[in-house]
């Protein structure tokens, strides 16, 4: 003996395949079992207020995809939150009864169940037959009952989006007091740095550099000499970017086009890209593009992501170069064909101290990990934001947004 049709539905919504295949076999499943030609099932989109339909049986040139606040069966069944029947085919006799739902056109029979848990309608089932169709009181019951179960999977689904989305809210602010502890430790390290190491520092650089500049090239020393004053240099840079990113640099603002500051920082990598067999792909807009810029700081977002990309091409390369005008917003698109990101890490290459240049055992155990971060609040002070496309074994792009200025390029100063 097979299945009821209760025990069909049940079986269906409670499988592991996704809500859209869920719905997509129980409206068949209805269709086929209660003699309908026809079987729609929507849902309610709070955000669009409309019923959008999520699920159907039949000729798709029948269907009608969605009914506004108001239209149609769809909206009369779920404030009554009582399932409605229509038996004529006729449009102009619907509407002189006051129903108005081009769905009903074609069709001798139309039941309209809605999908509530008794207070809130999530969306309506719509089942039309084009002979004269009604349903024992059995089949009413069992359609009643599986009603019931689609209703209890479209709220499950929906509350365990919420569920999720609360979870990747958590994570985010858990994230982000992980990196403020960071940034604590560190400035607390950085005035410490400032005395103890940076200044020593300052002073064996000046000596090496001295020395060098006494010595013979051809000395057996100059190489030793030549490594002490590579190393500061190293160490210097290390704690230039420990500094960039605990101090609160007063950002002071003025309009400027994006571009001339593109063409500005380009000039100083253009031999470090031909060094390095790296050709570099300009696509800059045609017309000025005006941003609120700290063009001082603005340079050190661009700088730390064409230096990354420069140095993710070790056997050369293509480094692109583009911006646009998009609504309000000046996007400056920074990309390379170096292999992009391990998808593992890319949710953490924003983090402090993260790297991906590659370490003996692991990425995150090389270089400072400081560049992108830094970019990142320079970005974020100037209230923009950054979006990241990255195709892992082919190469990453960065996307600057910036606030279009509002003054069509007027000269404006503020400090904040």
């Known amino acids: 003996m097979g299945k009821d049709l209760v025990t069909q539905i049940i079986d269906i919504t409670t499988s592991e395949a996704s809500l859209g295949d869920r719905l997509a076999k129980s409206a068949r499943l209805l269709a086929r079992e209660l003699g309908m030609d026809d079987c729609t099932i929507y849902r309610w989109n709070e955000q669009e207020r409309r019923f959008m339909a999520t699920a159907h049986a039949g000729k798709r040139s029948e269907l009608v995809v969605s009914y506004n606040d108001g239209e149609g069966l ?10 409605s029947k229509i038996y004529t085919p006729k449009l102009e006799t619907n509407r002189a009864r006051g129903i108005s739902d081009d769905g009903l056109i074609g069709f001798r029979s139309t039941l309209v169940y809605p999908l509530t848990d008794g207070r809130s309608c999530f969306g309506v089932i719509y089942l039309k037959s084009r002979t004269k169709t009604t349903l024992t009181p059995a089949r009413k019951r069992q359609l009643t009952t599986s009603s019931k179960q689609i209703t209890y999977t479209i709220k499950s689904n929906i509350n365990y989006m919420r569920l999720r989305s609360a979870y990747n809210e958590f994570r985010t602010v858990q994230k982000r007091l992980v990196n403020a502890e960071k940034l604590m430790t560190l400035g607390e390290l950085s005035a410490t740095l400032a005395h103890e190491i940076k200044n020593p520092l300052l002073s064996i650089g000046g000596y ?25 240099k190293r160490l210097e840079a290390i704690i230039d970017d420990i500094f960039n990113y605990t101090e609160e640099r007063p950002l002071c603002l003025c309009s400027g086009d994006v571009n001339e500051v593109i063409r500005s920082e380009m000039r100083l990598f253009k031999d470090r890209c031909y060094a390095n067999k790296i050709k570099i792909k300009e696509r800059l807009a045609k017309a000025p593009l005006h941003a609120q810029l700290d063009k001082d700081q603005i340079k050190i977002a661009f700088d730390n992501l064409i230096a990354n990309a420069i140095q993710s091409m070790k056997d050369g390369g293509e480094l692109t170069i583009a911006t646009r005008k998009l609504k309000d917003w000046i996007v400056v698109e920074i990309g390379d064909n170096g292999g992009g990101v391990d998808p593992r890490y890319l949710s953490d290459i924003f983090d402090p101290f993260f790297t991906t240049k590659k370490g003996k055992d692991r990425p995150g155990t090389a270089g400072t990990g400081l560049g992108l971060p830094i970019t990142n609040k320079i970005v974020t002070r100037h209230r923009g934001m950054i979006d990241i496309k990255n195709n892992y074994g082919q190469g990453i792009t960065f996307a600057i947004r910036l606030p279009s200025a509002k003054d069509g390029g007027q000269p404006k100063t503020a400090c904040r």
């Open 74 to 83: 769809a909206c009369s069944t779920a404030n009554s939150l009582r399932p």
């Open 208 to 232: 090496a550099k001295a020395l060098r500049k006494n010595t013979e090239k051809n000395s057996k020393n100059a190489p030793y000499i030549d490594q002490i004053c590579s190393q500061v």
